[in-house]
T-cell receptor, first 116, second 116 residues
Framework: KAGVTQTPRYLIKTRGQQVTLSCSPI?????VSWYQQTPGQGLQFLFE???????NKGNFPGRFSGRQFSNSRSEMNVSTLELGDSALYLC???????????????FGPGTRLTVL | AQKITQTQPGMFVQEKEAVTLDCTYD???????LFWYKQPSSGEMIFLIYQGSYDEQNATEGRYSLNFQKARKSANLVISASQLGDSAMYFC?????????????FGKGTTLSVSS
């Protein structure tokens, strides 16, 4: 079974621009979560989508948004980029929304975003 | 308050030795799950092992075992017979049952270096 894929793998943008990142979950997985990883803040949860609906949101400004399509693929958008948005953005998929065994999150390789 | 604490920024071990990576957590929830992930330099987060708060036995997955001490709120990862390929960042994470969705709370991580 193919793993979680993320595109693009690397991205360089300038301040003020916007960016869209894409994530394709493991086949059959309906929950997609996004995390931001920076050296200073570590791994922080951005949001989670399930059945095309945002189910959970972390503590990030409204510049960060996302959506999920009917095939469970998800996109994440960051508008008006700031230098501090430079990070590794990780997408994770899981079969169901609830916690517990058998519902581990499986991560993609990440998109490394650099904002100049 | 920090919910997941990993006190070892870096650990050094020789091949074939066992190593323990520490993780303590803070929660008032009775039902929760604890996870360990490995992140090589490539960036992808690899799921290693899961322990549920109600599981009576410590979880094991191959060379990985989780030393779960509920009263002490600790969930240490034990890697037996270290290999060079084990060199990576290791993250402890928690999911509480009273939260929506599958979002994980991560610790700051421990860098493991295995030498020959």
């Amino acid at each position: 079974k193919a793993g979680v894929t993320q595109t693009p793998r690397y991205l360089i943008k300038t301040r003020g621009q916007q960016v869209t990142l894409s994530c394709s979950p493991i086949s059959g997985h309906r929950s997609v979560s996004w995390y931001q990883q920076t050296p200073g803040q570590g791994l922080q949860f951005l949001f989670e989508y399930f059945s095309e609906t945002q189910r959970n949101k972390g503590n990030f400004p409204g510049r960060f948004s996302g959506r999920q399509f009917s095939n469970s693929r998800s996109e994440m958008n960051v508008s008006t980029l700031e230098l501090g948005d430079s990070a590794l953005y990780l997408c994770a998929s899981s079969p169901r929304l609830a916690g517990g065994p058998g519902n581990e999150q499986f991560f993609g390789p990440g998109t490394r975003l650099t904002v100049l | 308050a920090q919910k997941i604490t990993q006190t070892q920024p870096g650990m050094f071990v020789q091949e074939k030795e066992a190593v323990t990576l520490d993780c303590t957590y803070d929660t008032s929830d009775q039902s929760y799950g604890l996870f360990w992930y490995k992140q090589p330099s490539s960036g992808e987060m690899i799921f290693l092992i899961y322990q549920g708060s109600y599981d009576e036995q410590n979880a094991t997955e191959g060379r990985y075992s989780l030393n779960f001490q509920k009263a002490r709120k600790s969930a240490n990862l034990v890697i037996s017979a270290s290999q060079l390929g084990d060199s990576a960042m290791y993250f402890c994470a928690m999911r509480e049952s009273n939260q929506a969705g599958t979002a994980l709370i991560f610790g700051k991580g421990t860098t493991l270096s295995v030498s020959s």
